[in-house]
């Protein structure tokens, strides 16, 4: 069972709205929380690494924040473009955890779509 | 600076051919991953290298064997394909452990019929 579960799987909004994705993670204690991009056909983009002791990070546009003891994480778009139209990937990374290994766990994502 | 890139694009194979994948990174990192991504999964570890040299398996290794004699190249070949290992196969690399961003390639389309 994927320790990593992401939602909505799927979400439309207008362009210049604002929208939340959610991350909820059973995987603890971890080492550090990511966000990926992966627009269709290409490779997954990182958008913002956080540590277990961090509570947000902005790369632009995009804010994520970490509850650890809630073991929730969400990804804040801001001002929505057409071009944020993309999968969005929850990771939760054990590295450097006892038996955690090289092991990044990934969530199924959540599929945006920007609409005019 | 090219960052990651995957040869081929896309490939068809018939059930028991073998093929190669190809990653190549110009960046000089350390650390190169296979991946497959498949619908309704997240991406799942195949295989790892964490030096010119060395490998080790990941999540889901069966049915794939890795390289990694050069340390901008990391190969991953399917011996006897399977319809079972259709998926997009992702290479990643990265510096090292940690807060290290990861960067992946573009992808490779394999169909197995």
């Known amino acids: 069972k994927n320790q990593v579960e992401q939602s909505p799987q799927s979400l439309i909004i207008l362009e210049g709205k604002n929208c939340t994705l959610q991350?909820?993670?059973?995987?603890?204690?971890?080492?550090?929380l990511r966000w990926y991009k992966q627009d269709t056909g290409r490779g997954p983009v990182s958008l913002t690494i956080?540590?277990?002791?961090?509570n947000t990070k902005s790369n632009g546009r995009y804010t994520a924040t970490l509850d650890a003891d809630t073991k929730q994480s969400s990804l804040h778009i801001t001002a929505s473009q057409l071009s944020d139209s993309a999968s969005y990937i929850c990771?939760?990374?054990?590295?450097?955890?006892?038996?955690?290994?090289?092991?990044?766990?990934f969530g199924t994502g959540t599929q945006l779509k920007v609409e005019l | 600076n090219a960052g990651v890139t995957q040869t081929p694009k896309f490939r068809v194979l018939k059930t028991g051919q073998s093929m190669t994948l190809l990653c190549a990174q110009d960046m000089n990192h350390e650390y190169m991953y296979w991946y497959r991504q498949d619908p309704g999964m997240g991406l799942r570890l195949i295989h790892y290298s964490v030096g010119e040299g060395t490998t080790a398996k990941g999540e889901v290794p069966d049915g794939y064997n890795v390289s990694r004699l050069k340390k901008q190249n990391f190969l991953l070949g399917l011996e006897s394909a399977a319809p079972s290992q259709t998926s997009v196969y992702f290479c990643?690399?990265?510096?090292?452990?940690?807060?290290?961003?990861?960067?992946f390639g573009p992808g490779t389309r394999l169909t197995v019929t």
């Open positions: 956080m540590t277990f002791s961090e």
């Open positions: 991350c909820n993670y059973t995987v603890s204690p971890f080492s550090n």
């Open positions: 990771v939760v990374s054990l590295e450097g955890i006892t038996g955690g290994g090289n092991k990044l766990t």
């Open positions: 990643a690399s990265r510096r090292g452990q940690g807060l290290y961003e990861q960067y």
